[in-house]
Nanobody, 123 residues
Framework: QVQLVESGGGLVQAGGSLRLSCAAS????????MAWFRQATGKEREFVAA????????DYANSVNRRFTISRDNTKNTLYLQMASLKPEDTAVYYC????????????????WGQGTQVTISP
């Protein structure tokens, strides 16, 4: 099983960019489906993006499609989320997660979660 630690969150103005990282320790990172979810204050956790174990397939929520890019470097055991054209509604705690299953958007199938990193977008 892997352990996950996110970094890269912060405060940026609307229209700006930010890159989140998720460092994984443990075994077999390259066997896990990886994803980013987010949770805004007072709202449920929602799917943002996911990437297949070899990086060949990616899936995005409609709200972030064409603005966010998920990627992974299996040689560094690291997952990334490049965020551009940020909007105030992107403000949330962002979590990375790992799954042995192959359903990208089902949060219940992700067995390992990081502690989250706060992203705040000012108007």
């Amino acid at each position: 099983q892997v352990q996950l630690v996110e970094s890269g969150g912060g405060l940026v103005q609307a229209g700006g960019s930010l890159r989140l990282s998720c460092a994984a320790s443990g075994r077999d990172f390259n066997n896990y489906l990886m994803a980013w979810f987010r949770q805004a204050t007072g709202k449920e956790r929602e799917f943002v993006a996911a990437i297949s174990p070899n990086g060949g397939l990616a899936d995005y929520a409609n709200s972030v499609n064409r603005r966010f890019t998920i990627s992974r470097d299996n040689t560094k055991n690291t997952l990334y989320l490049q965020m551009a054209s940020l909007k105030p509604e992107d403000t949330a705690v962002y979590y990375c997660a790992a799954s042995s299953a192959r359903k990208f958007r089902d949060a219940a199938l992700y067995e390992t979660w990081g502690q989250g990193t706060q992203v705040t977008i000012s108007p």
